[in-house]
């Protein structure tokens, strides 16, 4: 598992690391904070050596991604120091739910001024990232890095920026100075692996996950990302066997559950998915944890075509959001409706999916820059929905709002988005040049570009880069998600299909 991104709210949002300091600083006021930084390393700023304890232990387990265990020390930081910018930021990031990571990041920014200068960029650039501003969450971890160049977790941090953007030749880099600043932090191993994985070199990235291995073996995590790997390599028998191992390190590492699901899945198990995600709810120790089961369910159910079933299990997971009024999770839940019925076809129900979604957003105490975000979406969303139902001309239209606001933001991500979109017009009109050379421009760590790539140059008679694209579109075996979910038995019955 890698340190998964704030997708609480689905936006292009790329979470940073909640490990925001070194454990050899010995910070306790901002003046010995500031004196603390020529080490080379982000200071932690608190008045209270048992706090500064207590969050150490907690970024500790956060790194082995031990979340729900971090959370304990977090929280007692905090009580000790109700002023531990860092320790709110830490617990943001920990967050099972999206009502508490809003409500932390909230707390984190008002005592950011409190912090040291490294801790305040961290803190603003976590809220910029929050708030899908790309530019922002660039600019403050670029400083970070330039005010701390030898510390492994701003590199890590600024790695993790250019990794949700999939410029992963910079992720790359700045894992790697990680690594080489400080050889023992095994996060940036971790993520390394991934960053590799994503580019193909399977080589490089199996290397990766076999240090992480080596240098923490009493941890589950280093197991499941290895077995993710093998999940995406289609060795779905050997990754099974890795998520167990994770298991048996640590019962409670739900995520192995969750991967195990997707092995199943692909093996054309979907029963044996179910019960295997059924174990989370089972033994959930967090809201967090139940709808993760939850949604793992919905898209067992979407990959088998039972899209109302699906519909039922998001259901379940927004009745789980409703209970605390958690409002981006809620709205999250909405966007994954819509999408489910808009791929049922049922355009009506869609939008009101899409629109309810919209209305939770606005009516919440969300910041104003993630209300624009959902609107800009809606634009998005409706365009979809316009192109399901044929309407080119609406299409067009809501393509162009979404198009304009991506570009206004300059949020590398929903640039992405709006050449998705055009895309998906232009395949629909049969213009399929225009659709290529839009869809190769889209975000293609998204099943679905790949397939409709599949779709535009085999419609266009290009048959080697068509097999090229299915074959790609046939092995993406990610962990449970929606969009795979929709197009992996249609891409199987084209013959691109690749069981382990």
């Known amino acids: 598992m890698r340190q998964k991104t704030s997708n609480c709210y689905l936006l292009a949002i790329v979470a940073l690391s909640l490990a925001v300091s070194s454990a050899c600083n010995q910070a306790k006021s901002p003046a010995s904070a500031s004196a603390s930084s020529e080490s080379g390393k982000i200071p932690i700023t608190t008045k209270s050596e048992e706090a500064r304890n207590e969050f150490l232990q907690g970024r500790t387990l956060a790194e082995k991604l031990l979340v729900q265990d971090s959370l304990a020390h977090f929280d007692r930081a905090i009580a000790l120091d109700p002023e531990f910018a860092a320790a709110e930021l830490a617990r943001c990031n920990a967050s099972p739910t999206a009502k508490e990571f809003f409500e932390h990041q909230q707390k984190a920014v008002s005592l950011a001024d409190k912090a040291s200068e490294g801790e305040r960029l961290l803190i603003l650039a976590n809220q910029a990232g929050a708030n899908g501003d790309a530019v922002k969450q660039k600019e403050y971890l670029e400083k970070l890095v330039t005010a701390y160049p030898n510390d492994e977790r701003a590199h890590f941090n600024l790695g993790g920026y250019y990794f949700g953007q999939q410029e992963l030749p910079q992720a ?289 008679g290009d048959s080697a880069k068509a097999r090229e694209y299915r074959s790609q579109a046939a092995s993406f075996n990610p962990l449970p998600q929606l969009n795979y979910a929709f197009i992996r038995e249609k891409v199987n019955k084209t013959g691109g299909n690749k069981k382990g």
Request: hydrophobic letters at 40%; zero cysteines.
């Open 172 to 460: 790359v880099e700045h894992y790697r100075k990680a690594t080489e600043i400080a050889p023992s932090y095994s996060p940036a191993y971790n993520i390394l692996g991934y960053a590799y994985r994503q580019q193909g070199d399977y080589a490089n990235a199996e290397q990766a996950f076999k240090k992480y291995i080596e240098l923490i073996p009493n941890d589950p995590n280093p197991y499941d990302s290895y077995a993710e790997l093998l999940l995406k390599m289609g060795k779905f028998d050997d990754s099974i066997g890795e998520y167990r191992k994770a298991l048996s390190v640590d019962p409670h590492f739900v995520a192995s559950h969750f991967g195990i699901s997707a092995d199943l899945l692909y093996m054309d198990k979907p029963q044996e998915a179910n019960a295997e995600l059924q174990k989370i709810i089972d033994q959930a120790r967090s809201d967090g944890e139940t709808r993760l089961a939850l949604f793992g369910m919905a898209v067992v159910a979407a990959d088998g075509g039972k899209f109302d079933q699906a519909v039922q299990a998001i259901d379940k997971q927004y009745a789980v959001a409703e209970k605390k009024n958690d409002a981006g999770a809620m709205a999250a839940d909405l966007q994954a409706k819509g999408n489910i019925l808009l791929e049922a076809r049922k355009y009506a129900d869609s939008q009101k999916a899409f629109d309810r979604s919209l209305q939770v957003t606005e009516g919440s105490g969300l910041s104003q820059e993630i209300k624009e975000n959902a609107t800009r979406l809606h634009h998005f969303n409706l365009a979809l929905i316009a192109v399901g139902k044929k309407n080119y001309i609406t299409a067009k239209a809501e393509s162009e709002e979404f198009r304009k606001g991506a570009e206004a933001s300059k949020n590398p991500a929903q640039v992405k988005q709006a050449h998705e979109l055009a895309g998906v017009i232009a395949l629909a009109e049969k213009n399929y040049a225009s659709a290529i050379a839009e869809l190769e421009q889209a975000n293609l760590q998204n099943p679905r570009n790949l397939y409709r790539l599949y779709e535009a140059y085999q419609e266009k």
